[in-house]
């Protein structure tokens, strides 16, 4: 299967971007935590921004390629902290694979490692 239009691009990347980041269903952490759904929205985000610098060029300028650090999207920081309160027995987890996992459903956003350390601090016991 090849996506060759433009509104395909936007609705898979909205589509994804909403799973992520826009539902507290207990079932979407199954995507939301994949680390292959972040590198797919990171592929979407620049192909967006290559297609319409064919278009646009004040656009494609004003569309960064890449994504910024989601301490400036709170409301999507939320949704990440739904997703881990829905993941059973986090606290018995080990350290590093919590990181990873806040690291994977925070992609494909940037993050600061003090935001990683509050994360794990706010669910250290839950």
Do not use: C
């Amino acid at each position: 299967m090849e996506i060759k239009e433009t509104s395909e691009l936007i609705l898979l990347q909205k589509a994804l971007h909403f799973i992520k980041f826009g539902v507290d269903e207990n079932e979407a952490r199954h995507v939301a935590v994949s680390p292959i759904t972040g590198k797919i929205l990171e592929i979407l985000k620049r192909e967006l921004h290559e297609e319409m610098k064919k278009y646009d060029k004040l656009h494609s300028k004003a569309l960064p390629n890449h994504f910024d650090y989601i301490e400036n999207y709170s409301h999507f920081l939320k949704k990440v902290y739904v997703h881990i309160s829905n993941i059973d027995n986090w606290s018995q987890y080990d350290e590093q694979i919590q990181i990873e996992t806040i690291k994977s459903l925070i992609s494909p956003y940037k993050v600061q490692d003090s935001t990683i350390r509050e994360i794990l601090e706010k669910f250290k016991s839950f």
